[in-house]
């Protein structure tokens, strides 16, 4: 297994504003990702961090909106931009782990609420 | 229709209790099938694998029938920390979807 944590682990933003929520792995992995769960729903994928390119977002997710970073192969970062009320949920990051597996695993999530 | 379909619950159900979660899905070409579990406000821990022959760990009971697009999950003997909500999952070339949830309650 490995150790996952994301940073801020909460917290309470301005619309308007933007936030970097970190996710960082203990060890090197080809696979992260970013899901978002709003209150009472399951996940859904935001996007695939890619290591050396651009990220590549599911439909109905925006570069402008969730710019992502990943700059090595155990950190990446995931800004919510401009936020609204809607945006408030729990975001998380996963990697994975054993190379085309699939089976992922989450970090402890950060709740953002928007005000 | 949702790719992934769950009753969602709740189940209420007694300590020492066997439960049976289904899930449905539309992609038939799906691939690869997981059991993750989550606590009220945390991460989706990884539960288990689901494989193509059915397979348990300890009390967990996971099987797949690829023909109906069917997956279950059952729990014998439950206990108190069994509580949680337990997210059917469903890949496709690592594109991961997810149920809902069917959220259980072993009380004592």
């Known amino acids: 297994s490995a150790v996952i944590s994301q940073k801020p682990s909460r917290d309470i933003c301005q619309r308007g504003t933007s936030l970097t929520i970190q996710c960082q792995v203990d060890s090197q992995v080809t696979m992260m990702f970013w899901y978002r769960q709003q209150p009472g729903q399951s996940l859904t994928l935001i996007a695939t961090a890619n290591q050396g390119s651009e990220a590549t977002y599911e439909s109905g997710f925006v570069i402008d909106k969730f710019p992502i970073s990943r700059p090595n192969l155990t950190f990446s970062t995931l800004t919510v931009s401009n936020m609204s009320p809607e945006d408030s949920s729990i975001y998380l990051c996963?990697?994975?782990?054993?190379?085309?597996?699939?089976?992922?695993?989450f970090g402890p999530g950060t709740r953002l609420t928007v005000t | 229709r949702k790719e992934v379909e769950q009753d969602p619950g709740p189940f209420n159900v007694p300590e020492g209790a066997t439960v049976a979660f289904n899930c449905t899905y539309s992609n038939s070409a799906s691939q690869s099938f997981f059991w993750y579990r989550q606590d009220c406000r945390k991460e989706p821990k990884l539960l288990m694998s689901v494989y193509s022959s059915g397979n348990e760990d300890g009390r967990f009971t996971a099987q797949l029938n690829r023909a109906s697009q069917y997956i279950s999950l059952l729990i014998r003997d439950s206990k108190l920390s069994d509580s949680a909500t337990y997210l059917c999952?469903?890949?496709?070339?690592?594109?991961?979807?997810f149920g809902a949830g069917t959220r259980l309650t072993v009380k004592p």
């Open positions: 999952v469903v890949n496709f070339l690592g594109d991961m979807r």
């Open positions: 996963s990697v994975e782990l054993s190379p085309s597996s699939y089976e992922q695993y």
